[in-house]
């Protein structure tokens, strides 16, 4: 007996009948004696749909309108897993983010989560209740709806747990686990039975859309039990942890891509002390988030700066750097929107070197050229052309043996 946050993502609550099925796993729950609370997800291709409504409306709505029209997916499934709760004969009630007080930040689309009241909750679960509170939501201090960026459901269900001091927080959704890559990219990808936070942060973070980073993030800071499972059958998942593994003591993990990449590049500019900063303040003025840098010096003295943005952020970045281009006359500026990023992670790289030449030579070996590259500690970064992402992917996974137990 203990209690446990369980969240289901969209596809798990994607039809009625789905729902239904998310009932009947919380009805095993209960009588197996744990105390059950539900974080659920807008029914999949909602939050989508919503997104392109208002796409309609405006080029770039208000983020407070945006919150407001985004927050009613969840609203929807929490009424429906009510009910169909109730129809299973349990005892049930549901919550929007903003009744169960997830206070969070003003910044609208992207708000964090400061302080959740439990005591609500903490009752409704001593009256024999199923409480299930609506995903990826909150409220500001000045009462209004806030969302907590997209994925933002895991970190409701993680935040949830830390306060409730929960047994474990699972993630139930439509893969059956953590795999070494994304099992639609590379079929034979392996499912891993423990990962450790720091390695999950790192492929949320890099791309791995199984999980939240800011969820993991909460999870490590709070030490939440935090386990990925699949919604259609029974199994152990993932769990993720602080212990490495005795039995996965592998190099690399894991392989993780990101496909919203782009990046640009500003030629012939004069190489002198405080050049890169006069490039990237524009940049940063304008909240533009910036990733990978390289900066090569030619034998005439002259500097090429590239630095990789969010594909969103193409466009604006461009601009930018074109007027930069003028001031500082520099040769020219160029892009590129057809790129994407591929990260090996793995805990095991920190005591092992070679892993960049075995990765950089089973890429070339398929003649797949790298653009830029980055390194810490647990993982590399390649960009490439995202014609060869899956064709990188696979090699990779080929050539650290991902797919074989062990
Ligand atoms: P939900 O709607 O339940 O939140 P998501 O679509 O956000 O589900 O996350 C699950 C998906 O994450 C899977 O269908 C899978 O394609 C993708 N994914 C990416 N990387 C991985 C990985 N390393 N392991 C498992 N799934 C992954
Ligand atoms: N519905 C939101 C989204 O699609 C939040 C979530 O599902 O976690 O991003
Ligand atoms: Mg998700």
Redesign the pocket.
Known sequence: MGLYVYK?????VGTAERIRAVAGKVLAARERGDDIVVVV?AM?GETNRLVALAQEMQEEPEPREMDVLLSTGEQVTIALLCMALRDKGMLAVSYTGGQVRILTDDSHTKARIQEIDNERIHSDLSAGKVVVVAGFQGVTESGSISTLGR?G??TTAVALAAVLEASECH?????D????????IEPR?RRLERITFEEMLE?ASLG???LQTRAVEFAGKYNVPLR?LSSFSDGEGTLITYEESEMEKALVS?I?FNRDEAKVTIEGIPDRPGVASSILSPVADANIEIDMIIQNVAADGTADFTFTVHRNDYRKAYEILSSTCRQLGARKVSGDEQIVKISLVGVGMRSHAGIASTMFRALAEEGINIMMISTSEIKISVVVNEKYLELAVRTLHKAFDLSEAG
Do not use: L
């Open positions: 289901f993502g969209g596809t798990s997800s999949s994925g459901s895991d993630i139930y959704t439509d893969v686990g953590v795999y070494t890559t994304d099992p639609r990808a492929m791995s859309k199984v990925v894991g993780a």
